[in-house]
């Protein structure tokens, strides 16, 4: 790619001329292979191959593409709408309970915590953009199926807890025990959906925390109209409770939700990123246990009285702290992932050693969507960004399944993974001449208005100097006619 002027530093991400040349026509020049024949061809960049077999390796057709792709939309349109009707019924049903104008004030208040979490979900998430679809599909299950299996099982789970323990507060089992154990199960059950439905985007950590805490912000905006309109039915319609709850779980605790079960999508988004489905649901089981615990451990607080606003500031606020550097390891291990696997592509001439830091670091990103930006291709430059991403991840999810062995459920996700793998290669190729293609026309438009300004300028200036002359000429002539001989 060609490189901007004003970027001084080709090895934090600029581009280089090398794509240029080939996008002018310039023949490429052919990858270079380890002459290593292997037993079964897996892939460019480590040790596993640069056979040229591999890249010989077809593409899948527009077929058999359209076809698996059309029923895993469709499965997927299907259940989103299944998903949306049953939040709609929800939250009507609920509108009817407490009242209409009720609702209207509390489903108000209640989506000022929701904005501020799915604001900051979505800056978590700008690394590698999850599907839309994908994220209102999960929103609403948290919204409508989580709260009513909730509802259901909690109903069955309390007495069982109470026939224990009959002596116990029955306020104080529901909420850290009954509660922490049937919401986090109900919140999870929608995590394990979304792996299943969105296999090929849910790539990591990351990724399972957005899952998780889209579903658990959809869970909290329903249960806080809930507990909104139970304390200004509880107040006889003064403000006074209402507000106070609202401090407390919409400004105090905006996250706690998605916190919980954001431990839960981590271990989930690792699993998923380093093994297969058996791995992936030992994970979901363990990742329940630290979503329970401090699911509990904040609903305990509210018994303390007094103390809860210490108790907020001694252990809640910490364990936020925590929760913000875990977010920031875990997108700083993206970028290094999509720097490493990028460069697998490099001794096999699919990318240049330039390109890799533009496409996997912040900076590199940050210049190159501004160089773009000059030339009006930046949402082609976003195109080229998010697709590499994608093969970074693809690459990784080929390297996982490659140690599976030959047969298997292993194998069939790494031949399926070989041809997104080469369907993504071409799509960037594309992707990439067209940003050149613009970067280049660019250019020539703006040599050809600098040529015609400079035209223009030579023109003035020819004809300037004419008048000049022919100003001179005249002055002259008048000169001439005026003159006289001495002594007349």
Same mark, same amino acid.
């Given at each position: 790619?060609?490189?901007?002027?004003?970027?001084?530093?080709?090895?934090?991400?600029?581009?280089?001329?090398?794509?240029?040349?080939?996008?002018?026509?310039?023949?490429?020049?052919?990858?270079?292979?380890?002459?290593?024949?292997?037993? &079964?061809?897996?892939?460019?960049?480590?040790?596993?191959?640069?056979?040229? !077999?591999?890249?010989?390796?077809?593409?899948?057709?527009?077929?058999?593409?359209?076809?698996?792709?059309?029923?895993?939309?469709?499965?997927?349109?299907?259940?989103?709408?299944?998903?949306?009707?049953?939040?709609?019924?929800?939250?009507?049903?609920?509108?009817?309970?407490?009242?209409?104008?009720?609702?209207?004030?509390?489903?108000?208040?209640?989506?000022?915590?929701?904005?501020?979490?799915?604001?900051?979900?979505?800056?978590?998430?700008?690394?590698?953009? !999850?599907?839309?679809?994908?994220?209102?599909?999960?929103?609403?299950?948290?919204?409508?199926?989580?709260?009513?299996?909730?509802?259901?099982?909690?109903?069955?789970?309390?007495?069982?807890?109470?026939?224990?323990?009959?002596? #116990?507060?029955?306020?104080?089992?529901?909420?850290?025990?009954? #509660?922490?154990?049937?919401?986090?199960?109900?919140?999870?059950?929608?995590?394990?959906?979304?792996?299943?439905?969105?296999?090929?985007?849910?790539?990591?950590?990351?990724?399972?925390?957005? $899952?998780?805490?889209?579903?658990?912000?959809?869970?909290?905006?329903?249960?806080?109209?809930?507990?909104?309109?139970? #304390?200004?039915?509880?107040?006889?319609?003064?403000?006074?409770?209402?507000?106070?709850?609202?401090?407390?779980?919409?400004?105090?605790?905006?996250?706690?939700?998605?916190?919980?079960?954001?431990?839960?999508?981590?271990?989930?988004?690792?699993?998923?990123?380093?093994?297969?489905?058996?791995?992936?649901?030992?994970?979901?089981?363990?990742?329940?246990?630290?979503?329970?615990?401090?699911?509990?451990?904040?609903?305990?607080?509210?018994?303390?009285?007094?103390? @809860? @606003?210490?108790? $907020?500031?001694?252990?809640?606020?910490?364990?936020?702290?925590?929760?913000?550097?875990?977010?920031?390891?875990?997108?700083?291990?993206?970028?290094?992932?999509?720097?490493?696997?990028?460069?697998? $592509?490099?001794?096999?001439?699919? @990318?240049?050693?330039?390109?890799?830091?533009?496409?996997?670091?912040?900076?590199?990103?940050?210049?190159?969507?501004?160089?773009?930006?000059?030339?009006?291709?930046?949402?082609?430059?976003?195109?080229?960004?998010?697709?590499?991403?994608?093969? #970074? @991840?693809?690459?990784?999810?080929?390297?996982?399944? /490659?140690?599976?062995?030959?047969?298997?459920?292993? /194998?069939?996700?790494?031949?399926?993974?070989?041809?997104?793998?080469?369907?993504?290669? &071409?799509?960037?190729?594309?992707?990439?001449?067209?940003?050149?293609?613009?970067?280049?026309?660019?250019?020539?438009?703006?040599?050809?208005?600098?040529?015609? &300004?400079? &035209?223009?300028?030579?023109?003035?200036?020819?004809?300037?100097?004419?008048?000049?002359?022919?100003?001179?000429?005249?002055?002259?002539?008048?000169?001439?006619?005026?003159?006289?001989?001495?002594?007349?």
């Amino acid at each position: 790619m060609s490189e901007p002027g004003h970027w001084q530093s080709p090895a934090a991400g600029a581009p280089q001329q090398q794509g240029v040349q080939q996008q002018q026509g310039a023949p490429q020049q052919q990858p270079q292979y380890a002459q290593q024949p292997l037993p &079964h061809v897996q892939g460019p960049g480590t040790a596993l191959n640069y056979a040229p !077999e591999y890249w010989s390796h077809p593409a899948p057709t527009p077929a058999r593409r359209k076809s698996r792709g059309t029923g895993v939309k469709v499965t997927n349109i299907i259940l989103l709408c299944v998903f949306a009707l049953v939040a709609v019924v929800t939250l009507a049903f609920f509108a009817v309970s407490i009242g209409a104008n009720v609702f209207l004030i509390c489903g108000a208040l209640a989506l000022i915590p929701l904005a501020i979490c799915v604001a900051t979900l979505m800056w978590i998430d700008r690394w590698e953009p !999850e599907p839309i679809a994908a994220l209102i599909l999960g929103f609403c299950w948290g919204a409508g199926m989580a709260v009513i299996t909730t509802l259901v099982v909690g109903s069955w789970v309390q007495p069982l807890l109470m026939s224990t323990n009959t002596g #116990a507060d029955a306020d104080m089992v529901g909420a850290i025990v009954q #509660a922490p154990l049937v919401e986090e199960l109900c919140k999870g059950a929608g995590v394990l959906l979304l792996f299943f439905l969105r296999r090929k985007t849910f790539d990591g950590p990351i990724d399972g925390v957005v $899952y998780a805490g889209i579903i658990a912000a959809g869970f909290a905006f329903t249960e806080n109209i809930l507990y909104f309109g139970q #304390a200004l039915q509880e107040a006889h319609g003064s403000a006074g409770g209402l507000i106070g709850i609202f401090v407390m779980r919409g400004l105090m605790s905006p996250f706690a939700h998605v916190m919980f079960t954001a431990t839960l999508g981590v271990c989930v988004g690792w699993a998923a990123r380093h093994g297969g489905t058996s791995l992936v649901l030992g994970a979901w089981v363990v990742g329940l246990v630290p979503a329970m615990l401090l699911h509990g451990l904040w609903n305990s607080s509210s018994f303390l009285g007094g103390s @809860f @606003f210490i108790v $907020y500031v001694v252990l809640q606020v910490p364990l936020f702290l925590l929760f913000i550097l875990g977010i920031i390891l875990l997108r700083r291990s993206e970028a290094k992932l999509t720097r490493m696997r990028l460069s697998d $592509y490099v001794p096999s001439g699919w @990318f240049t050693p330039q390109e890799v830091p533009m496409l996997a670091t912040g900076g590199g990103r940050r210049r190159a969507l501004a160089w773009s930006k000059t030339f009006a291709a930046g949402p082609v430059m976003k195109e080229f960004i998010r697709q590499a991403t994608r093969l #970074a @991840f693809t690459r990784q999810r080929l390297l996982v399944d /490659a140690k599976g062995g030959p047969g298997g459920a292993a /194998a069939t996700r790494f031949a399926n993974g070989q041809l997104l793998e080469m369907s993504l290669l &071409h799509k960037i190729t594309a992707v990439r001449s067209d940003l050149l293609g613009r970067h280049t026309s660019a250019v020539w438009q703006a040599q050809q208005l600098q040529a015609q &300004h400079l &035209h223009a300028q030579q023109l003035q200036g020819q004809q300037l100097q004419g008048q000049q002359v022919q100003a001179h000429q005249q002055g002259q002539q008048v000169q001439t006619q005026n003159w006289r001989p001495p002594g007349q």
